[in-house]
């Protein structure tokens, strides 16, 4: 009997120690989107040509980032990752199926049906989910200090049966208090 006990505590405390590493998203995975484009991005060691401007100030460059660089190119998507908190459960309207009027994609969308940071998350894909081709997304953030909104996208072409990035944009407005508000855009597209 003492040796029952002592096996069944044993067992208790091995799997109470283990992490539950599985985390559900509600809504839409971004993160994991997201990490698989890094590896892929890294693993074909792919070129960005890219166009940035704040107001009427442009700048164009071409480059051939590294991971540290990827990763910081597409950090700003991980925001969007904010429509799973377990505090959003709820707030989105779900739709499924709407066909997109300037393509053959077919629409699922995710809208805010109360104040929340994403306004609106759509993904656009080809026969089915995963088959995704293109992201767009509304954040808009506000408090007494500052307002902004950004508008994202992010473009995706299929290779192999895997959907890749081909482009990305960040356009934006941000006005903070006793300033002017300054409007920005980011495009880039990648070359493989």
């Known amino acids: 009997m003492r040796f029952n006990l002592i096996v069944v505590l044993g067992?208790?405390?091995?799997?109470?120690c283990q992490n539950n590493t599985t985390v559900s998203k509600k809504y839409f995975d971004i993160d994991s989107l997201i990490n698989q484009q890094l590896r892929y991005l890294e693993k074909t060691e792919a070129s960005l040509s890219k166009m940035a401007s704040i107001d009427s100030a442009t700048d164009r460059s071409n480059f051939?980032?590294?991971?540290?660089?990827?990763?910081?190119?597409?950090?700003?998507?991980?925001?969007?990752?904010?429509?799973?908190?377990?505090?959003?459960?709820?707030?989105?309207?779900?739709?499924?199926?709407?066909?997109?009027?300037?393509?053959?994609?077919?629409?699922?969308?995710f809208v805010a049906n109360r104040e929340v940071p994403v306004k609106s998350l759509k993904l656009y894909y080809q026969g089915s989910p995963k088959k995704l081709r293109k992201l767009e997304a509304v954040l808009?953030?506000?408090?007494?200090?500052?307002?902004?909104?950004?508008?994202?996208?992010?473009?995706?072409?299929?290779?192999?049966?895997?959907?890749?990035?081909?482009?990305?944009?960040?356009?934006?407005?941000?006005?903070?208090?006793?300033?002017?508000?300054?409007?920005?855009?980011?495009?880039?597209?990648?070359?493989?």
């Open 64 to 109: 051939k980032p590294d991971s540290t660089s990827w990763a910081n190119e597409l950090e700003v998507f991980l925001h969007l990752d904010v429509i799973n908190k377990p505090i959003y459960v709820g707030a989105y309207e779900v739709m499924d199926g709407e066909k997109d009027t300037n393509s053959n994609l077919t629409i699922r969308s």
């Open 140 to 192: 808009s953030e506000q408090n007494s200090l500052y307002y902004t909104s950004r508008k994202f996208s992010m473009e995706f072409e299929d290779v192999n049966g895997q959907a890749v990035i081909s482009r990305h944009d960040v356009r934006g407005t941000q006005k903070m208090i006793l300033r002017d508000s300054v409007k920005f855009s980011i495009s880039s597209k990648i070359i493989y």
């Open 11 to 16: 067992v208790l405390a091995m799997t109470s």
